[in-house]
């Protein structure tokens, strides 16, 4: 059994509530360094190699491939049957500094629909 993550803080906090849904999975592989976790090297993602980018299109392309790269070992093994990741950038502005808002959405193998969004700070 799989206890649930809050992430309503953006911190992702464990709780000790049973999990009902794969949003456990998204969140660590999107949020834990590719190449970090020592049982699995390919676990994790590359989107903190985009911290010292610059917020152009180009940057965004890249951030939506790589979750789109961490995410795919849930089609793989049939956890999930669509993932769809959108990015928008933000262009700073008052006290605002530069950043990528991320947006997956990932439908679970029993029809169930999930929305992940966070933020990646470029420069």
């Not at 970090?36 to 491939?65: I, V």
């Not at 669509?82 to 700073?92: A, F, N, Q």
Request: hydrophobic letters at 40%; aromatic letters at 8%; proline letters at 1%.
């Amino acid at each position: 059994m799989d206890f649930r993550i809050d992430m309503t803080n953006g911190l992702g906090e464990m709780t000790f509530e049973k999990s009902e849904d794969i949003m456990n999975n998204v969140y660590l592989s999107l949020m834990v360094r590719k190449g970090s976790f020592f049982q699995n090297p390919d676990f994790g993602s590359r989107l903190h190699l985009l911290k010292r980018a610059k917020n152009t299109e180009q940057t965004a392309a890249l951030a939506r491939e790589y979750c789109k790269e961490a995410l795919r070992w849930l089609l793989n093994t049939g956890r999930a049957t669509k993932i769809d990741v959108y990015s928008e950038r933000d262009l700073g502005g008052a006290g605002v500094r530069d950043r990528l808002k991320l947006l997956v959405e990932v439908t679970q193998a029993d029809g169930r629909k999930l929305s992940f969004a966070t933020f990646l700070e470029v420069v």
